[in-house]
């Protein structure tokens, strides 16, 4: 099967290079600053400053996942409608040895970070190694690959927890891990629904009955931990439960009527209802552990 590559000059190839690191998705590594907001240290420059780091250390080990997920995956995608032509190696805008050198460039940025962050590496460690799992093996066990998906969450979280040197709170792992399986479930629920089971193997074991099952008690459980986080730790915040509560009831909106969420970053950056109930959560919790 033959692909039309793109122009082979430099320009070109940058182009491709950016696209195969995914920065668009760079948008999940915002959990990473959630112990930042809700510890109240955002004004604290050297706790901003140790937290934006570990952001971008994830930054570079997400992209770095996505490569070798790419590199997995390229017939797949060839045969996908969609991945067949955004993707840079199914596509034939680069061939797999110029992604591999960018990986061991990430790689070595991550070494580096080493020196800077060894705590935050040491997670991002674990994170590396369950995406490596994930991309050869779990990925096609039922169950197991929404959990190793919502995992990922909840290592972001600790990482930006690691990097102020504060414990994570149980209310926040729990609904981190909720809410990442709930994202994870509708997902899952779209591929379903919009391809059935041709772009992935694990579609095979699940039904659009059972995936929408998950996601709602997901989504159930996610606001409750949150709430019961807000009512025990943080009553000031109960101004933002409301705003939470809007939020997945318009994600699931875009999802069911706009036919989005295959993409949570591209349901969020599209749909500017969406978008501003983020933004208007992050500034109602920002305004409401203003350190006095």
Same mark, same amino acid.
């Given at each position: 099967?033959?692909?039309?590559?793109?122009?082979?000059?430099?320009?070109?190839?940058?182009?491709?290079?950016?696209?195969?690191m995914?920065?668009?998705?760079?948008?999940?590594?915002?959990?990473?600053?959630?112990?930042?907001?809700?510890?109240?240290s955002?004004?604290?420059?050297?706790?901003? $400053?140790?937290?934006?780091?570990?952001?971008?250390?994830?930054?570079?080990?997400?992209s770095?996942?996505?490569?070798?997920?790419?590199?997995?995956?390229?017939?797949?995608?060839?045969?996908?409608?969609?991945?067949?032509?955004?993707?840079?190696?199914?596509?034939?805008?680069?061939?797999?040895?110029?992604?591999?050198?960018?990986?061991?460039?990430?790689?070595?940025?991550l070494?580096?970070?080493?020196?800077?962050?060894? $705590?935050?590496i040491?997670?991002?460690?674990?994170?590396?190694?369950?995406n490596l799992?994930?991309?050869?093996?779990? $990925?096609?066990?039922?169950?197991?690959?929404?959990?190793?998906i919502?995992?990922?969450?909840?290592?972001?979280?600790?990482?930006?927890?690691?990097?102020?040197?504060?414990?994570?709170?149980?209310?926040?792992?729990?609904?981190?891990?909720?809410?990442?399986?709930?994202?994870?479930?509708?997902?899952?629920?779209?591929?379903?629904?919009?391809?059935?089971?041709?772009?992935?193997s694990v579609?095979?074991?699940?039904? $659009?009955?059972l995936?929408?099952?998950?996601?709602?008690?997901?989504?159930?459980?996610?606001?409750?931990?949150?709430?019961?986080?807000?009512?025990?730790?943080k009553?000031?915040?109960?101004?933002?439960?409301?705003?939470?509560?809007?939020?997945?009831?318009?994600?699931?909106?875009?999802?069911?009527?706009?036919?989005?969420?295959?993409?949570?970053?591209?349901?969020?950056?599209?749909?500017?209802?969406?978008?501003?109930?983020?933004?208007?959560?992050?500034?109602?919790?920002?305004?409401?552990?203003?350190?006095?």
């Amino acid at each position: 099967m033959h692909h039309n590559a793109a122009p082979l000059d430099s320009r070109h190839r940058l182009q491709a290079l950016v696209r195969l690191m995914r920065p668009k998705q760079w948008v999940k590594n915002g959990f990473v600053l959630a112990p930042l907001l809700f510890t109240g240290s955002f004004l604290n420059m050297v706790a901003v $400053k140790q937290a934006l780091l570990a952001t971008l250390l994830f930054c570079i080990a997400s992209s770095a996942t996505y490569i070798v997920n790419d590199i997995q995956d390229i017939e797949r995608d060839r045969r996908h409608p969609d991945k067949a032509n955004s993707r840079p190696l199914a596509s034939g805008a680069l061939e797999i040895p110029h992604a591999c050198a960018l990986l061991l460039v990430l790689y070595g940025l991550l070494l580096i970070g080493w020196w800077f962050e060894p $705590k935050v590496i040491g997670v991002i460690l674990i994170y590396l190694v369950l995406n490596l799992a994930y991309s050869f093996a779990l $990925k096609h066990q039922p169950v197991i690959d929404i959990f190793s998906i919502a995992l990922g969450f909840v290592l972001r979280v600790w990482a930006g927890a690691v990097a102020l040197n504060v414990p994570v709170s149980g209310w926040m792992f729990s609904t981190t891990l909720c809410l990442a399986l709930y994202l994870a479930a509708v997902k899952r629920g779209q591929e379903l629904s919009q391809r059935g089971s041709e772009g992935r193997s694990v579609l095979n074991k699940y039904s $659009k009955t059972l995936v929408d099952r998950y996601a709602e008690m997901s989504a159930t459980g996610a606001l409750v931990f949150y709430s019961m986080f807000v009512m025990a730790s943080k009553p000031e915040l109960v101004i933002t439960v409301p705003l939470v509560l809007f939020g997945l009831y318009r994600y699931w909106y875009v999802v069911d009527v706009l036919d989005g969420g295959e993409s949570p970053t591209d349901a969020l950056l599209s749909d500017w209802p969406l978008l501003i109930t983020v933004l208007l959560w992050i500034g109602a919790c920002a305004w409401a552990l203003w350190p006095h």
